[in-house]
């Protein structure tokens, strides 16, 4: 976990390395692409579970290379020796998608309504 704060809590970005081998893959089964593979078995694969700023910072300024949001997850990653982050994403929660896409997420490659795996989430990948 990184948290960010002045004189209080402003933010916070929370995730943990995913190895080939562990559990982390829970919850991921059938939702990623062989290609992720190989960054897991050399763990250079991390799983970022939340990013929590506040709402002005998921409207303002997104784009913004010195954006909360942006910042957090770059460090987080950076960090840990990451190459390559994954999250989970509510295939309903627009907002959401809306956000981490514009904090640098993208889809997987190949992923459009017609061949996106079935089931409530979408993975979203971020390259460092």
Sequence with gaps: MLIAETTALTGCAHGFPVHGDGPGWEGFDGYLPGRLLRPAASGRLFLISGIHVPS?????????????????QKRLLTDHGAAVAVTLVNRSD???VEALRSWGWRYV??????????????VLVLEI
Excluded: I
């Design 56 to 72: 002005r910072v998921r409207r303002q300024n997104q784009d913004r290379a010195w954006n909360l949001a942006r910042r957090l």
């Design 94 to 96: 627009h907002r959401a």
């Design 109 to 122: 490659d190949g992923d459009t309504p017609r061949t996106a795996p079935l089931g409530p989430f979408r």
